[in-house]
């Protein structure tokens, strides 16, 4: 198959053959299993065509040429504005920031929004299992504005403890309430649908990290009336150094920007400046044109497989892997079970240290996370200091679900668990 060719029902091969990378092998005679999707996805031909274009024949700055390159370049950067806000249904190309990942996504609200906001008195919620990226920048802020951050626990089987978010909800001055989308870890799925309305029932707005729900499932941030949505490119087949910020309108156009240089203004004088529109207020300097035009290309190529398919053959994938996980001796896997859960895995496999067996696995020629990724104060709450990770994408198979459980057996006698 080229990377021309539309595939227009579910047939997991055709998916793997616009993935070059998944048909090298890992080691001599050993073929690679990437079961490490939540860390980073691979990139289909369609992805690296737009980069290799980009660079082979229009390769120009946006916004700031009359010559035809930098014409060009700019219609399909804005252009992908254009498929992102139709991808997660936004109602303006102008609630679409582009920003490096999630990271940058989030630390942008808590320096603008948050700066502008948040008070001695004031409360952000958070939740026990978020990544870092969702904990520190309140943190810094919190240090320097004088807010409370509280956070909500989690049940035993590693999904929110609503009640609680209901109480503090009650007793608090909440201003913001930023939770993730779908545990990288747990693989939990939030009903973060239900989070908005109780939140927004107090007045509080709400930030939703969708990091690991967007590549993974349909996104409506209308429907979901999200005050704020961050993602990452990288993690939904488009490039690295990309991501987005979505945010209501009204929100955009009250915060003050953050960063400043070219691009973000109207007018420069020595004396002051004066801000451009949305989106670019927030766009300062050269973007990262080449990736937001392959991001657009990522998008291009998940709509036209089906987020609802992808989501359904995932499904599919990680409820086999939860059966198959838990019939291995001595193994534990973190979460609740595959109906609450996106495509993650993550496990203590007995008393074998998480990075033994990520390194046991990559012999076999699979490729898994082992660590705390960047959830310590979750690993704290179960009382690990790392899990092995296992996730799951679009042109994951059974079949390599079931090497991995082989590979562990193999894991088991090498270790005597
Ligand atoms: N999680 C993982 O292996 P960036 O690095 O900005 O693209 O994404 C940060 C991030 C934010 N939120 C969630 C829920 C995430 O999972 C991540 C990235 C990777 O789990 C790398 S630590």
């Known amino acids: 198959m080229t990377a021309d060719t539309q595939i227009k029902t579910y047939d997991v091969e055709a998916v793997r053959q616009n993935f070059p990378i998944l048909h090298q092998e890992h080691h001599p005679g050993v073929p690679l299993i990437y079961l490490d999707n939540a860390a980073s996805s691979q990139k289909p031909l369609q992805v690296i065509e737009a980069l290799d274009n980009y660079y082979r024949l229009y ?6 040429g009359i010559h035809k390159l930098s014409e060009a370049a700019t219609s399909a950067y804005e252009g992908a504005r254009l498929k992102i806000r139709k991808f997660i249904n936004a109602s303006s190309k102008r609630e679409i920031i582009f920003t490096r990942g999630t990271t940058e996504s989030i630390n942008l609200v808590a320096q603008t929004w948050g700066r502008a906001n948040l ?16 904990i520190v920048p309140w943190q810094i802020l919190a240090a320097e504005k004088g807010f409370t951050i509280r956070y909500i626990p989690i049940l035993p089987d590693g999904t929110l403890d609503m009640e609680a978010l209901t109480a503090l909800l009650r007793s608090e001055s909440v201003k913001l309430v930023t939770v993730m989308h779908v545990s990288n870890v747990l693989g939990t799925i939030n009903p973060v649908e239900e989070i908005i309305q109780k939140a927004h029932a107090v007045g509080a707005l709400v930030l939703i990290d969708g990091a690991q729900s967007i590549p993974h499932m349909p996104i409506d941030v209308q429907a979901l009336d999200a005050d704020f949505f961050a993602f990452s490119g990288h993690k939904m087949i488009g490039p690295t150094g990309v991501g987005v910020l979505y945010g209501k ?27 451009n529109d949305l989106p670019y207020k927030f766009e300062a300097g050269t973007p990262a044109i080449a990736e937001v035009i392959g991001l657009g290309h990522a998008v291009d190529y998940l709509t036209e497989l089906g987020m609802d398919k992808i989501h359904a053959h995932e499904q599919t994938i990680t409820e086999y892997a ?3 996980l838990t019939e291995v001796p001595g193994l534990t896997v973190f979460g609740p079970d595959a109906s609450k859960k996106g495509a993650v895995a993550a496990f203590q496999f007995g008393d074998i240290h998480a990075h033994d067996v990520a390194q046991l696995l990559d012999a076999q ?12 104060p979750l690993h704290e709450h179960l009382k690990v200091s790392a ?9 994951n198979t059974t079949s390599e679900v079931d090497a991995l459980i082989e590979a562990l057996y193999k894991a088991r006698k090498t270790f005597n668990v």
């Open 322 to 324: 939860l059966d198959r």
């Open 387 to 395: 899990t092995a990770r296992a996730s799951f994408y679009l042109y």
């Open 119 to 134: 008070k001695p008195g004031d409360v952000v919620i958070s939740t026990i299992m978020e990544h870092h990226s969702n």
């Open 59 to 64: 390769n120009a700055n946006v916004h700031r």
């Open 249 to 275: 309108r009204a929100h955009l156009e009250a915060m003050p920007p953050w960063m400043g240089g070219g691009d973000m203004i109207s007018s420069v004088r020595l004396e002051g400046s004066t801000w």
């Open 365 to 376: 020629g699979i490729a898994v996370r082992a660590g705390h990724h960047c959830a310590m």
